[in-house]
Every structure is written in structure tokens, then in C-alpha cells.
């Protein structure tokens, strides 16, 4: 009986290790897809900035140059929310592979145990049949 609850277990830590690495594998790819649209928004903040060089010999009111302004404005605002949230998933990474790393321990130092308990017990059934 404690053999059968001892095998759940190391399947219970088992699983969970598998499903934290595919939450890793979702954080990892969410944040590769932030990090994608930070560098395309990053991108748009320099053209628009370029343009606004550009623009200067035109003239600062126009209403072109307006937009501009209000687009760029727009652009870093949310390049800073998409640092914020580059920052907090590599915060999440961390507690995960950190998690990560304590079950396979776990798992490790299980199997250990586990193995001393089915030596002994053979030990002692070999003693016992003698």
C-alpha cells in the first residue's frame, strides 16, 4: 500500500514537472512575442522620429507633425508597458526554472529513497527466506 502511494507521488512530481515545463514553454514564447512587438514598436518610434526630423524645415504646427507627435507619444507609451511586461514574464521565468529545478531535486532525492526502500526490502526478504 505505502508502495502504490510512494509510485503516485513520484507521478504526481512527475507531472507537475511536466506541466511547469510547459508553462515555461508559454511564458517563453509569450515573452518572445513581446519581445518581437517591443523591437517592431521600437522600429516605429525611430522611423517616426526620423520623419519628425524631416518634418522640422516644414514646420512644428503643422498638423501632419501634430499626429506625429501624438504617435510617438502613443509609441512610447507602449514600449514602456512592453518592457514592464518583458520584465515581469522574466520574473515569472525565473520563479519557474527556479520551481523547476526544486522538483527535479525533489524527484531525484525520491528516487533515491525509493530505491534504498526496495533494497532493504529485498534485503529482508532474502533474510527472511533463509
Avoid: F
Avoid at 40 to 47: F, G, H, M, V
Amino acid at each position: 500500500m505505502a508502495s502504490m502511494r510512494e509510485d503516485r507521488g513520484e507521478l504526481n512530481l512527475t507531472k507537475r514537472v511536466e506541466e511547469l515545463e510547459n508553462s515555461l514553454s508559454i511564458a517563453l514564447e509569450i515573452n518572445d512575442d513581446y519581445q518581437r512587438d517591443n523591437k517592431k514598436l521600437k522600429d516605429r518610434a525611430r522611423e517616426a522620429e526620423g520623419e519628425t526630423t524631416i518634418v522640422k524645415g516644414i514646420g512644428m504646427n503643422s498638423p501632419e507633425m501634430r499626429e506625429k507627435d501624438v504617435l510617438i507619444q502613443e509609441l512610447r507609451m507602449r514600449i514602456r508597458d512592453m518592457l514592464l511586461i518583458s520584465e515581469q514574464h522574466r520574473s515569472i521565468l525565473g520563479a519557474e526554472i527556479t520551481n523547476r529545478k526544486r522538483l527535479e531535486k525533489e524527484v531525484k532525492d525520491l528516487k533515491v529513497q525509493m530505491s534504498e526502500y526496495m533494497s532493504m526490502r529485498v534485503k529482508g526478504s532474502r533474510d527472511n527466506a533463509c
